[in-house]
């Protein structure tokens, strides 16, 4: 039951079924790769009151030294001037998140600009605030049953006309296949405990690849 799977999982399956995407090869959003995102707020909170303590919390306990370092000297080249204070800005930011990312094993591609990530993430940063998760929940399981009914749809009524022509019949194996994916990309993603930053686990990309 979707309403049962934890947070944990909810978070792999939030942005594989939120855009119809769970075996898209775009990779959706990341959310702390964003200028408005939790990495990036921090560390301009943390450049406000000229404390380091508060990022380090984003990076591995291997690489605090070099986040120190690059924090101490971003204070004192943002006393230059404005042109200074921005690229040292950036630099803090990128690195903070390379590392970050680099510590889950996710790719890094660079910072987005803000408000590039999935609404849906915003939703399950609400749902932190809240302190309950009950509305992210209902709105997953709406969105991939959702998913699933129109994949069903479109096969179903395809395998009427499966057998009147060649094409009518690889039209049915184009939405039989789109079908079972989808519906397995569901499946897989919130039975993987391994998944990262919406990406499906490995299981979940070597099946698509066995129809």
Known sequence: MFTQITLKKL?????????GLVLSTRSAYAH???L???????????????EVTPVLKWVKKENE?????????TLAVRKLNAQARDLADMYLFETLVRLHRAGEGAPYTGLKPAGVHDP?????????????????????????????QKRFDEAFEAKKHADESVEAGRKFIEAYVEYVHYV?????SISSEGAHHGEPG???VQSQHEH
């Open 184 to 188: 397995e990309g569901v499946f897989l």
């Open 11 to 19: 978070s792999v399956v939030v942005l594989l079924v939120s855009g």
């Open 120 to 148: 849906v993430v915003d939703a399950s940063d609400r749902a932190l605030e809240k302190g309950t998760v009950d509305e992210l929940k209902k709105h997953i399981a709406e969105v991939a049953a959702s998913g699933i």
């Open 32 to 34: 702390c790769d964003t």
């Open 202 to 204: 490995e299981s979940s």
């Open 36 to 50: 408005d995102g939790p990495v990036v707020t921090t560390a301009k909170k943390a450049l406000e009151k000229g």
């Open 65 to 73: 030294e070099e986040i120190k370092k690059i924090f101490i000297n």
